[in-house]
C-alpha cells in the first residue's frame, strides 16, 4: 500500500479558527452576498485573524453516533477534521430586524427559536454565538431593544452587533468584527483542551497518551499556543518511538510517527526555529528509518511499503523546505530541497526493484481472487466502525477479533490484491529526480546534477526508455571528458554500449566500442584490462566485417532467448544495407590516439621548403591488439581569421586546403607519425597575419580483409589550440623606409604630408614618391605613432588614393623587376 496521506489528515496550511456564518442568503440578497465577500476577502489578507468563514450547511449539524470503537489504535482519521472543517468556534447569526417594527414580539420570539434551535443542533455546550442585526432606523431605541434581545436569548453584551447597511463601510465594520470574533472563538478550544486534560488516562497506556498529547497539542496550535503545542507534540512523538513495533501494527505506527513530526517540523519552520526542524527531522530518521521493515503482509510488501514510507517522509520536509525558503529562509548547497527529494527518489527506486523482484515470485491460481474494494474503506462500514489514521482497510473487523484471531481466506485475498495492484513507478522517480535537479542547478552543483543525469538514465533503462537513457548516458560522458574525470566512463559507456546493441545502432554502437576498446579506460579499474579489451577489439573486427557483434551480457538491460534472436534479426537487416557510418572522436579517450601540431619552415637548405613553407605534423598511436589500415588520411586546414567559432560540415567541405595521404597503417600497440608540407599561399588569405588551423582530421575507408561496414572516424581540433594552429607571417621581408625630406621640426597635433621611399634590401626592389600623412601623437620630438590607424595612411603615387594597408605595397616591391 501507499502510505498514509498526512497532508489529507491534518491541513498543511496553517490551521484557523473555524467561524460559521448563519442566515445569510447569498445567492437571492446581494447584501448578504457583499457580507459574505467581505469575510472571504479579509480571510485572506496578510494581516488578517486566522479565521475561516464558512456558511453553515447540514454538512455542519454535529450528530454523534454511537461507533464500534478499538481502543488498541491511535488516532482516529476523522478527528483533526471535526476541528478545521465540522465544529465550528463561533457561529454567526445574521438577522434582519427594524427597533421600530410593530411586530416587535413576533421577531423577538422568532430569533430566540432560531438560536434555540442552533445550540439544539450542535449539541455542544460553551460555544460563543454571535448575532449580527441590520441597523436601519430609530437610533434611540437601540440601547433599550439591544438590551432585551439579550435577556432573552441570553447572550452577553459582545455577542451582539449591529452591521450598516450601507456597503460603502460595510468593510471596515467587517474588519473590526474579525478582531471580536478572535477574542471570543479562543475560549471554544481552551474549553476543549480542559476536558480532554481532565480524562483519567493511565501512564502506562501508550496508546492513550500518545492520543491525549496529539489532541492537546492540536487543539493548542488552533488557540496559536505554538510553543505548548510544540511541547506535547514532542511528547507524542516521544510516546510513539518508544512504542513495539509489532509487524501488524508497524503500518500504523509508522503513519502516526509521520503525522507528528511533520506538525513538529511544519511549526519548527513558521516559527522560524529552522535548526530545530532539521534537528527534528534527522531525530526521525535516526529513530526510524534504521528500523526493521518486518514480514507483514509479506516479506516483500513489507520492504516495498517501508521504502514507499520514507520515501513519503523526505517529500513531505522538503516541501516543508521549500516553503520556508519562499518565506524568506536562505538555502546553502549541502542543505537545500533538493537533497531530499533525491533521497525520495532512491526510496522509490529501491521500491522499484522490490517490485519487480516480487513480481517474478508471484504464483498464480484458481484460488487467488483480485477484490479492489478490500483496499479501501467501506463508506457503509465508516458508518458503524471507527476508522483510524494509519489502519489497514481490510483489518477494520478482524482488529476487534478477540486474541488477534483473523480470517486467513481474507488476508490472502488482501495480499494477492495487495501484489496484483503494485507495480514499478519509474516515473515518479524520474519526476522527484527532476525535482532536485532544479534546487541543485540554482546553486550550480554541476557533480550533483551530474549524479542525478545518471541515476534518472538508470532509472529509463529500467523502464524500457532506451533512447532518452542514451541522451542522458551522452550528456553525463561529454561532462566527464570536459573535466577530465575518465574514473566513471567506463561503466557509462558499457550502459550505451548496451543499448546501443540492444537496438542494433551501429553509428552509436562503433561510437562506445571504440572507446572501451582502448586500455587506458581500465586505468583506475581492478580488472583484467587485455580481457575486456580483447572482447571489444573482436567485437569491433567483426562488426567490421559484417559480423553480428557478441550480446555483452553486462546485466544492465535484461535479455532472453527469445529477444536475443529478434536484435540479431535487427542486426541483420542493418549490416545487410552495408551502411557508412561517421564518427566524432573528439576529446575522447579511444582505440587510436591522434596528435597534430603546425610549425613554420624557414630552412632553404629543405627541399619541401620554400620562402614560406608550413610543416604539419600527425602521431596515430594504435591502442588495438591487431593491425589497422585506412585508405586515406584527410587533413583541413583552414585560416581562423575566416572560418566561424563553430566549425560545421559545411565549413570544412569547403575549406581552402585540404591535405591528403593514402594507405595508412598503424601496426598493434605502436605509433606512426606523418608529415605534410604545404604552402600557406593556397589559403588566400588577404591578412598580413595569419591564424593557420589545422580544423579537423579525417581517417577514412577502413581497409581490412572482407570489409562490409565502411565509414569514417573524425577529429575536430579547438581554434586557437597552439597544438594544432601556427602564427604565420604572410610577408617577411627585410624592409627599409627612408624619408625624403630634411625637415625634421613639426610640431604636436599638426597634420603634414611626408614623402618616404620603402625598398625590399634583399632583391633590390624599392617604390618611391610614396607619401604618409602624419599627425604628432605626443610633445616628445620626432615620434609618430605609426600604430594608430587613423592617424598615418599610405597614399598611392600614382592614383594619389589611400591605401587600406601595407599589403598592395608589400606585393608590389615583391613581384616588381626593375
Same mark, same amino acid.
Given at each position: 500500500?501507499?502510505?498514509?496521506?498526512?497532508?489529507?489528515?491534518?491541513?498543511?496550511?496553517?490551521?484557523?479558527?473555524?467561524?460559521?456564518?448563519?442566515?445569510?442568503?447569498?445567492?437571492?440578497?446581494?447584501?448578504?452576498?457583499?457580507?459574505?465577500?467581505?469575510?472571504?476577502?479579509?480571510?485572506?489578507?496578510?494581516?488578517?485573524?486566522?479565521?475561516?468563514?464558512?456558511?453553515?450547511?447540514?454538512?455542519?449539524?454535529?450528530?454523534?453516533?454511537?461507533?464500534? !470503537?478499538?481502543?488498541?489504535?491511535?488516532?482516529?482519521?476523522?478527528?483533526?477534521?471535526?476541528?478545521?472543517?465540522?465544529?465550528?468556534?463561533?457561529?454567526?447569526?445574521?438577522?434582519?430586524?427594524?427597533?421600530?417594527?410593530?411586530?416587535?414580539?413576533?421577531?423577538?420570539?422568532?430569533?430566540?427559536?432560531? =438560536?434555540?434551535?442552533?445550540?439544539?443542533?450542535?449539541?455542544?455546550?460553551?460555544?460563543?454565538?454571535?448575532?449580527?442585526?441590520?441597523?436601519?432606523?430609530?437610533?434611540?431605541?437601540?440601547?433599550?431593544?439591544?438590551?432585551? /434581545?439579550?435577556?432573552?436569548?441570553?447572550?452577553?453584551?459582545?455577542?451582539?452587533?449591529?452591521?450598516?447597511?450601507?456597503? +460603502?463601510?460595510?468593510?471596515?465594520?467587517?474588519?473590526?468584527?474579525? !478582531?471580536?470574533? *478572535?477574542?471570543?472563538?479562543?475560549?471554544?478550544?481552551?474549553?476543549?483542551?480542559?476536558?480532554?486534560?481532565?480524562?483519567?488516562?493511565?501512564?502506562?497506556?501508550?496508546?492513550?497518551?500518545?492520543?491525549?498529547?496529539?489532541?492537546?497539542?492540536?487543539? +493548542?496550535?488552533?488557540?496559536?499556543?505554538?510553543?505548548?503545542?510544540?511541547?506535547?507534540?514532542?511528547? #507524542? *512523538?516521544?510516546?510513539?518511538?518508544?512504542?513495539?513495533?509489532?509487524?501488524?501494527?508497524?503500518?500504523?505506527?509508522?503513519?502516526? %510517527?509521520?503525522?507528528?513530526? *511533520?506538525?513538529?517540523? $511544519?511549526? +519548527?519552520?513558521?516559527?522560524?526555529?529552522?535548526?530545530?526542524?532539521?534537528?527534528?527531522?534527522? !531525530?526521525? $530518521?535516526?529513530?526510524?528509518?534504521?528500523?526493521?521493515?518486518?514480514?507483514?503482509?509479506?516479506?516483500?510488501?513489507?520492504? @516495498?511499503?517501508?521504502?514507499?514510507?520514507?520515501?513519503?517522509?523526505?517529500?513531505?520536509?522538503?516541501?516543508?523546505?521549500?516553503?520556508?525558503?519562499?518565506?524568506?529562509?536562505?538555502?546553502?548547497?549541502?542543505?537545500?530541497?533538493?537533497?531530499?527529494?533525491?533521497?525520495? %527518489?532512491?526510496?522509490?527506486?529501491?521500491?522499484? /526493484? *522490490?517490485?519487480?523482484?516480487?513480481?517474478?515470485?508471484?504464483?498464480?491460481?484458481?484460488?487467488?481472487?483480485?477484490?479492489?474494494?478490500?483496499?479501501?474503506?467501506?463508506?457503509?462500514?465508516?458508518?458503524?466502525?471507527?476508522?483510524?489514521?494509519?489502519?489497514?482497510?481490510?483489518?477494520?473487523?478482524?482488529?476487534?477479533?478477540?486474541?488477534?484471531?483473523?480470517?486467513?481466506?481474507?488476508? +490472502?485475498? #488482501?495480499?494477492?490484491?495487495?501484489?496484483?495492484?503494485?507495480?514499478?513507478?519509474?516515473?515518479?522517480?524520474?519526476?522527484?529526480?527532476?525535482?532536485?535537479?532544479?534546487?541543485?542547478?540554482?546553486?550550480?552543483?554541476?557533480?550533483?546534477?551530474?549524479?542525478?543525469?545518471?541515476?534518472?538514465?538508470?532509472?529509463?533503462?529500467?523502464?524500457?526508455?532506451?533512447?532518452?537513457?542514451?541522451?542522458?548516458?551522452?550528456?553525463?560522458?561529454?561532462?566527464?571528458?570536459?573535466?577530465?574525470?575518465? @574514473?566513471?566512463?567506463?561503466?557509462?559507456?558499457? !550502459?550505451?554500449?548496451?543499448?546501443?546493441?540492444?537496438?542494433?545502432?551501429?553509428?552509436?554502437?562503433?561510437?562506445?566500442?571504440?572507446?572501451?576498446?582502448?586500455?587506458?579506460?581500465?586505468?583506475?579499474?581492478?580488472?583484467?584490462?587485455?580481457?575486456?579489451?580483447?572482447?571489444?577489439?573482436?567485437?569491433?573486427?567483426?562488426?567490421?566485417?559484417?559480423?553480428?557483434?557478441?550480446?555483452?551480457?553486462?546485466?544492465?538491460?535484461?535479455?532472453?532467448?527469445?529477444?536475443?534472436?529478434?536484435?540479431?534479426?535487427?542486426?541483420? $537487416?542493418?549490416?545487410?544495407?552495408?551502411?557508412?557510418?561517421?564518427?566524432?572522436?573528439?576529446?575522447?579517450?579511444?582505440?587510436?590516439?591522434?596528435?597534430?601540431?603546425?610549425?613554420?619552415?624557414?630552412?632553404?637548405?629543405?627541399?619541401?621548403?620554400?620562402?614560406?613553407?608550413?610543416?604539419?605534423?600527425?602521431?596515430?598511436?594504435?591502442?588495438?591488439?591487431?593491425?589497422?589500415?585506412?585508405?586515406?588520411?584527410?587533413?583541413?586546414?583552414?585560416?581562423?581569421?575566416?572560418?566561424?567559432?563553430?566549425?560545421?560540415?559545411?565549413?570544412?567541405?569547403?575549406?581552402?586546403?585540404?591535405?591528403?595521404?593514402?594507405? =595508412?597503417?598503424?601496426?598493434?600497440?605502436?605509433?606512426?607519425?606523418?608529415?605534410?608540407?604545404?604552402?600557406?599561399?593556397?589559403?588566400?588569405?588577404?591578412?598580413?597575419?595569419?591564424?593557420? $588551423?589545422?580544423?579537423?582530421?579525417?581517417?577514412?575507408?577502413? %581497409?581490412?580483409?572482407?570489409?562490409?561496414?565502411?565509414?569514417?572516424?573524425?577529429?575536430?581540433?579547438?581554434?586557437?589550440?597552439?597544438?594544432?594552429?601556427?602564427?604565420?607571417?604572410?610577408?617577411?621581408?627585410?624592409?627599409?623606409?627612408?624619408?625624403?625630406?630634411?625637415?625634421?621640426?613639426?610640431?604636436?597635433?599638426?597634420?603634414?604630408?611626408?614623402?618616404?621611399? @620603402?625598398?625590399?634590401?634583399?632583391?633590390?626592389?624599392?617604390?618611391?614618391?610614396?607619401?604618409?600623412?602624419?599627425?604628432?601623437?605626443?610633445?616628445?620630438?620626432?615620434?609618430?605613432?605609426?600604430?594608430?590607424?587613423?592617424?598615418?595612411?599610405?597614399?598611392?603615387?600614382?592614383?594619389?588614393?589611400?591605401?587600406?594597408?601595407?599589403?598592395?605595397? =608589400?606585393?608590389?616591391?615583391?613581384?616588381?623587376?626593375?
Amino acid at each position: 500500500m501507499e502510505p498514509a496521506d498526512v497532508t489529507t489528515f491534518i491541513p498543511k496550511d496553517r490551521l484557523k479558527h473555524l467561524v460559521l456564518l448563519s442566515g445569510l442568503d447569498i445567492v437571492n440578497n446581494s447584501f448578504h452576498k457583499s457580507i459574505f465577500s467581505s469575510f472571504q476577502t479579509r480571510s485572506l489578507a496578510s494581516d488578517c485573524c486566522p479565521l475561516t468563514y464558512k456558511i453553515f450547511t447540514p454538512e455542519n449539524i454535529i450528530e454523534i453516533p454511537k461507533l464500534i !470503537k478499538n481502543q488498541s489504535r491511535i488516532l482516529r482519521y476523522d478527528w483533526p477534521l471535526k476541528y478545521t472543517q465540522i465544529y465550528p468556534a463561533a457561529i454567526v447569526l445574521f438577522y434582519d430586524l427594524n427597533w421600530s417594527t410593530i411586530n416587535w414580539e413576533e421577531k423577538k420570539r422568532e430569533l430566540e427559536t432560531k =438560536i434555540d434551535a442552533l445550540r439544539n443542533v450542535i449539541q455542544k455546550d460553551g460555544k460563543p454565538h454571535n448575532k449580527g442585526v441590520t441597523k436601519e432606523e430609530n437610533d434611540k431605541l437601540c440601547n433599550p431593544k439591544a438590551a432585551e /434581545i439579550l435577556s432573552l436569548v441570553k447572550l452577553k453584551n459582545n455577542q451582539l452587533f449591529v452591521i450598516p447597511d450601507t456597503e +460603502s463601510t460595510l468593510y471596515n465594520f467587517i474588519f473590526r468584527l474579525e !478582531k471580536q470574533f *478572535y477574542e471570543l472563538t479562543p475560549l471554544f478550544y481552551q474549553e476543549c483542551i480542559r476536558k480532554i486534560r481532565s480524562r483519567n488516562i493511565p501512564n502506562n497506556n501508550s496508546v492513550l497518551l500518545i492520543r491525549q498529547q496529539f489532541k492537546l497539542a492540536f487543539l +493548542s496550535e488552533l488557540r496559536q499556543d505554538n510553543h505548548t503545542a510544540m511541547r506535547n507534540y514532542k511528547l #507524542a *512523538y516521544q510516546k510513539c518511538a518508544e512504542l513495539d513495533m509489532v509487524d501488524r501494527d508497524a503500518y500504523e505506527i509508522l503513519s502516526v %510517527a509521520s503525522a507528528i513530526n *511533520y506538525k513538529i517540523c $511544519q511549526l +519548527s519552520f513558521q516559527n522560524n526555529l529552522i535548526r530545530e526542524s532539521f534537528t527534528q527531522y534527522v !531525530k526521525h $530518521q535516526n529513530t526510524f528509518f534504521n528500523r526493521k521493515c518486518g514480514i507483514y503482509p509479506d516479506p516483500y510488501i513489507a520492504k @516495498i511499503e517501508f521504502n514507499l514510507w520514507k520515501r513519503e517522509q523526505c517529500v513531505l520536509f522538503a516541501k516543508l523546505f521549500e516553503k520556508a525558503i519562499s518565506n524568506g529562509l536562505l538555502a546553502i548547497i549541502h542543505k537545500n530541497p533538493g537533497i531530499y527529494y533525491q533521497s525520495a %527518489a532512491e526510496f522509490q527506486r529501491y521500491a522499484n /526493484i *522490490y517490485i519487480k523482484e516480487m513480481l517474478t515470485t508471484i504464483s498464480y491460481n484458481e484460488n487467488n481472487i483480485v477484490k479492489e474494494d478490500i483496499l479501501s474503506f467501506n463508506k457503509d462500514l465508516s458508518k458503524t466502525h471507527t476508522i483510524y489514521f494509519g489502519q489497514r482497510p481490510w483489518r477494520v473487523l478482524t482488529d476487534l477479533m478477540p486474541d488477534n484471531v483473523f480470517d486467513s481466506n481474507y488476508e +490472502s485475498c #488482501a495480499l494477492f490484491t495487495l501484489q496484483s495492484k503494485l507495480m514499478p513507478n519509474y516515473q515518479q522517480t524520474i519526476q522527484l529526480y527532476n525535482m532536485a535537479m532544479k534546487h541543485f542547478e540554482k546553486f550550480q552543483a554541476h557533480r550533483f546534477q551530474t549524479r542525478i543525469k545518471s541515476q534518472i538514465a538508470d532509472e529509463l533503462i529500467s523502464s524500457g526508455n532506451y533512447k532518452q537513457a542514451q541522451l542522458y548516458l551522452y550528456d553525463i560522458l561529454m561532462e566527464y571528458y570536459k573535466s577530465r574525470n575518465f @574514473i566513471l566512463t567506463q561503466s557509462l559507456l558499457v !550502459k550505451f554500449l548496451e543499448i546501443a546493441f540492444f537496438n542494433a545502432n551501429l553509428n552509436d554502437y562503433i561510437w562506445a566500442i571504440s572507446q572501451l576498446s582502448s586500455s587506458k579506460q581500465y586505468t583506475f579499474l581492478t580488472v583484467n584490462v587485455s580481457q575486456h579489451t580483447n572482447f571489444y577489439t573482436h567485437n569491433l573486427i567483426n562488426l567490421f566485417q559484417g559480423i553480428i557483434p557478441a550480446p555483452l551480457k553486462s546485466g544492465v538491460i535484461p535479455i532472453i532467448d527469445t529477444e536475443l534472436n529478434g536484435i540479431f534479426n535487427k542486426w541483420q $537487416q542493418t549490416l545487410s544495407d552495408k551502411p557508412i557510418f561517421k564518427i566524432n572522436l573528439t576529446g575522447l579517450i579511444c582505440f587510436l590516439e591522434i596528435s597534430v601540431s603546425l610549425t613554420q619552415v624557414l630552412d632553404d637548405n629543405d627541399e619541401y621548403c620554400n620562402d614560406n613553407c608550413i610543416l604539419a605534423k600527425v602521431n596515430i598511436f594504435n591502442d588495438l591488439n591487431c593491425d589497422i589500415s585506412f585508405r586515406k588520411l584527410t587533413l583541413y586546414i583552414e585560416d581562423c581569421c575566416k572560418v566561424p567559432s563553430i566549425v560545421t560540415n559545411d565549413v570544412l567541405e569547403n575549406a581552402t586546403l585540404k591535405l591528403h595521404r593514402n594507405n =595508412i597503417v598503424i601496426e598493434k600497440n605502436s605509433e606512426k607519425t606523418y608529415f605534410f608540407y604545404f604552402n600557406p599561399e593556397k589559403l588566400n588569405t588577404k591578412f598580413l597575419t595569419s591564424n593557420i $588551423q589545422i580544423e579537423s582530421l579525417v581517417l577514412s575507408e577502413i %581497409a581490412l580483409s572482407k570489409t562490409l561496414v565502411n565509414g569514417s572516424f573524425h577529429w575536430d581540433f579547438p581554434i586557437n589550440d597552439p597544438s594544432s594552429s601556427v602564427i604565420f607571417k604572410r610577408h617577411q621581408l627585410p624592409l627599409n623606409t627612408t624619408v625624403l625630406t630634411n625637415n625634421l621640426n613639426f610640431y604636436f597635433g599638426e597634420k603634414f604630408l611626408l614623402p618616404i621611399k @620603402i625598398c625590399n634590401s634583399s632583391k633590390l626592389k624599392e617604390l618611391s614618391n610614396l607619401e604618409c600623412t602624419i599627425t604628432l601623437s605626443n610633445h616628445e620630438i620626432n615620434h609618430i605613432d605609426v600604430k594608430a590607424d587613423k592617424k598615418i595612411y599610405l597614399l598611392d603615387p600614382y592614383t594619389k588614393a589611400k591605401v587600406n594597408s601595407y599589403t598592395q605595397i =608589400i606585393e608590389f616591391l615583391k613581384y616588381i623587376v626593375l
